[in-house]
């Protein structure tokens, strides 16, 4: 079955460096990979997302990069800041275009010490 | 501001009993999706409904059933609490149409002893 593998599980940078969070996924029909954000107590939220159609893209410290060939995308965060620090999810989408179902890897705990 | 709320926000309850978790969402949504999230499982998908009166299964849908009455709620049932459905339960909305984002509630710890 569909299936989506997150690494690392846990992360510590120093502030001011960068993280990277990795993940593949199974199916080659996947065409959304969105990322999101975990802070303690509260719901996932979205903070960058790419299509199948774009190989990399970026919004201020956070980009993302995406190989279709190798079935693998990537969470860069730069310049990092302790309001960094959460649990960061990836997520392919699945099944038949604009169903909106997506399979999320498990997880990397990020920490940034000050 | 338009949101999605869920509740109880925390709850415990026994093996066996009928246990119903509530979902809000104030932007007119077509598509509603609950989740669990275990630690080492990241979010899994329970059911899902496209509209009013649909309902799907998820890839972890036994022991759960929902509802879509309208579009506002989807209402998640645990027919017969069981302890490996103690977990930390999720819904989420997203537009029919134009746009892929799923927006998630705040979350329902729920602990099945």
């Known amino acids: 079955g569909e299936n989506v593998e997150q690494h690392p599980s846990t992360l510590s940078v120093q502030e001011g460096d960068s993280a990277v969070i990795k993940c593949t996924y199974s199916d080659s029909a996947s065409n959304y990979f969105p990322w999101y954000k975990q802070e303690l107590g509260k719901g996932p939220q979205l903070i960058i997302d790419?299509?199948?159609?774009?190989g990399e893209k970026k919004d201020q410290r956070i980009a993302v990069t995406l190989n279709k060939t190798a079935k693998h995308f990537s969470l860069h965060i730069t310049e990092t800041q302790p309001e960094d620090s959460a649990v960061y999810f990836c997520a392919a989408s699945y099944g038949s275009s604009n169903t909106g179902k997506l399979i999320f890897g498990q997880g990397t705990t990020l920490q940034v010490k000050p | 501001d338009a949101e999605i709320t869920q509740s109880p926000r925390h709850k415990i309850t026994e093996t066996g009993r009928q246990v119903t978790l509530a979902c809000h969402q104030t932007w007119n949504h077509n598509n509603m999706f609950w989740y669990r999230q275990d630690l080492g499982h990241g979010l899994r998908l329970i059911h899902y409904s496209y509209g009013v009166q649909d309902t799907n299964k998820g890839e972890v849908s036994d022991g759960y059933s929902v509802s879509r009455s309208n579009t506002e709620d989807l209402p998640l049932t645990l027919e017969s609490a069981a302890s490996s459905q103690t977990s930390v339960y999720f819904c989420?909305?997203?537009?029919?149409?134009?746009?892929?984002?799923?927006?998630f509630g705040p979350g329902t710890r729920l602990t099945v002893l």
């Open positions: 989420a909305s997203k537009s029919g149409s134009g746009t892929d984002t799923q927006y």
């Open positions: 790419i299509r199948s159609n774009v």
